[in-house]
């Protein structure tokens, strides 16, 4: 097509040429990110709304390119899952997160994130329970964040692993919530301990009264089925307020802190008065 091609036809396939450029530049970069270290966890405050306690910390990757700077793990994911990098990517993330979790004080929690393509190979609990023996990070402190996208994997595997998961004590959050297409009783049948409203509720929460009927809907389905119910996306003292009055247990957002390292993690810990 190459002699064809003039004017803007030109210019848009040189165009999706520079994308796929791009895309097979950004991947070599992230493999070779993945082999040097360059890859850090962050760790986010979970908090409870109705005492400002800090309960927990979200483990949120990062990804500091040496030229482009921070790339978002919206994009760098994605990325890793169609490389078939994400099994190590994942257990990378455990092993980092257990580790730094074994630092905090027992009743602080920690949530990893994990992607539906683990769940594929069988290796899931083994890579878990590894992280948690090399760590000696007690189950009771681990809580796996999924997506709805766990459940739409073929075959009974994926709610036996998560039955596993649930039998040595680990907690599973599920993520994003509001924002999928499974039924209610389809993922119901799973043995959840946690819903995660999705950031884009709280987010657009004032003067939306759709995201107030969705907000207070879900926080009585996790009083009936005792499930503590997390929102995230709280950057505002009033929207903070509005869904402690609303009954939701937990919050997550830049009200109470950004995804930090660490060490920083440890130190808001000590100013929070957890010792
Ligand atoms: P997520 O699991 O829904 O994580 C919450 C996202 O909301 C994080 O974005 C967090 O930084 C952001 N956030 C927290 N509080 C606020 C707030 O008050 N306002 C706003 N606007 N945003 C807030 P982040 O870190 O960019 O991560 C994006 C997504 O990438 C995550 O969404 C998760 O799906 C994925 N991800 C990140 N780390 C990992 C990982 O280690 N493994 C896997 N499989 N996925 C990861
Ligand atoms: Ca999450
Ligand atoms: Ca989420
Ligand atoms: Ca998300």
Same mark, same amino acid.
């Given at each position: 097509a190459k002699g064809e091609s003039r004017g803007t036809c030109r210019c848009f396939e040189s165009d999706l040429d520079a994308a796929a450029q791009e895309k097979t530049r950004l991947e070599i970069d992230f493999r070779e990110a993945l082999r040097k270290n360059q890859l850090e966890v962050h760790y986010q405050p979970l908090v409870a709304?109705? =005492? %400002?306690e800090v309960q927990g910390f979200e483990a949120l990757l990062r990804w500091r390119h040496p030229v482009r700077g921070p790339v978002s793990p919206d994009v760098f994911i994605p990325l890793a899952e169609e490389m078939g990098l994400i099994d190590t990517v994942g257990r990378f993330v455990l092993n980092a997160a257990c580790a730094e979790a074994?630092?905090? $004080?027992?009743h602080i929690q920690l949530s990893v994130n994990v992607s539906p393509? +683990?769940?594929?190979? *069988?290796?899931l609990t083994s890579t878990v329970i590894a992280a948690l023996t090399a760590s000696s990070?007690? $189950? %009771?402190?681990l809580e796996l964040e999924i997506t709805e996208a766990v459940l739409m994997e073929k075959g009974p595997r994926p709610s036996a692993i998560i039955r596993n998961l649930r039998a040595f004590g680990i907690g599973i959050s599920l993520d994003?919530? *509001? =924002? %999928?297409?499974?039924s209610l009783g389809y993922w119901l049948n799973f043995p959840f301990t946690k819903i995660k409203l999705d950031k884009s509720f709280i987010l657009n929460l004032e003067g939306e009264t759709n995201s107030r009927a969705v907000i207070r809907a879900v926080i009585g389905l996790g009083k009936s089925l005792g499930l503590t119910v997390t929102a995230e996306g709280i950057e505002r003292e009033t929207v903070r307020d509005y869904l402690r009055d609303e009954g939701c247990m937990q919050g997550q957002g830049y009200l109470f802190?950004? $995804? +930090? $390292?660490g060490p920083e993690a440890l130190r808001y810990l000590k100013d929070m008065g957890h010792s």
């Open positions: 709304l109705a =005492t %400002g074994r630092k905090w $004080p027992d393509l +683990q769940f594929r190979n *069988g290796n990070l007690a $189950p %009771g402190r994003d919530f *509001g =924002t %999928g297409y499974s802190g950004r $995804p +930090q $390292p």
